[in-house]
């Protein structure tokens, strides 16, 4: 059971150019989360879904886009990277609204914008 | 505004011995605690969930307290190991909505020998 995959787990970018961020899980969730990691601060999230077909904004989603097409995968798109775009990306997943249901996490994508 | 502080930053000790980590939050309405380990290189991995009702909770040499008055928490860690260096992430969620949840931005833990 692989639960939460991400990839790549690392990339580098120069600013302006795109990429997609690919998150998959393999435990039947309905609810997929994408989130960023910064020094010095609590995870931030960017967009979140609650089922195929469905997307919402975060916190933080200027800059982002998703798309949660199959059930079992969530992407997270950059348009046209910017260097505060720089951060770890974390995917997470949880079966239902994460109240008392835990998160599972991917293990992370660190992105350079340059 | 939603807050979660935790405390220290960052806490270095030696293999063997106790500690404490402290989370204060100012979120409201309150609905659970929970902390997660993230070793380094790794997402976060839930510890334990704290309830409104509930005091004081363990898992294994972890144990955590919520005193929902002063609303603040805490994680001790017993006859600490090698193993146990990481961060450790406080979360908050309020009630409402959709994941409705602060996270804390960490202590960093390093355990040496």
């Known amino acids: 059971n692989a639960g939460v995959t991400q990839t790549p787990k690392f990339r580098v970018l120069k600013t302006g150019q795109s990429m997609t961020l690919l998150c998959a899980q393999d435990?039947?969730?309905?609810?997929m989360y994408w989130y960023r990691q910064d020094p010095g601060m609590g995870l931030r999230l960017i967009h979140y879904s609650v089922g195929e077909g469905t997307t919402a904004k975060g916190e933080v989603p200027d800059g982002y886009n998703v798309s949660r097409l199959k059930k079992q995968n969530f992407l997270l798109g950059l348009e046209s990277a910017a260097p505060s775009q720089t951060s770890v990306y974390f995917c997470?997943?949880?079966?239902?609204?994460?109240?008392?249901?835990?998160?599972?996490f991917g293990a992370g994508s660190r992105l350079t914008v340059l | 505004k939603n807050q979660v502080e935790q405390s220290p930053q960052s806490l270095i000790i030696l293999e063997g011995k106790n500690c404490t980590l402290q989370c204060n939050y100012t979120v409201s309405p309150f609905s659970n605690l929970r902390w997660y380990k993230q070793d380094t290189g790794r997402g976060p991995v839930s510890l334990t969930i704290?309830?409104?009702?509930?005091n004081t909770k363990s898992n294994g040499r972890y144990t955590a307290t919520l005193d929902a008055d002063t609303k603040q928490s805490s994680l001790h860690i017993t006859a600490s190991q090698l193993s146990d260096s990481a961060s450790y992430i406080c979360v908050v969620r309020t009630s409402g909505g959709y994941n409705k949840l602060i996270f804390g931005a960490g202590t960093r833990l390093a355990v040496h020998p």
């Open positions: 704290m309830t409104f009702s509930e």
């Open positions: 435990m039947n969730h309905e609810y």
């Open positions: 997470a997943s949880s079966y239902l609204a994460s109240g008392a249901n835990v998160l599972t």
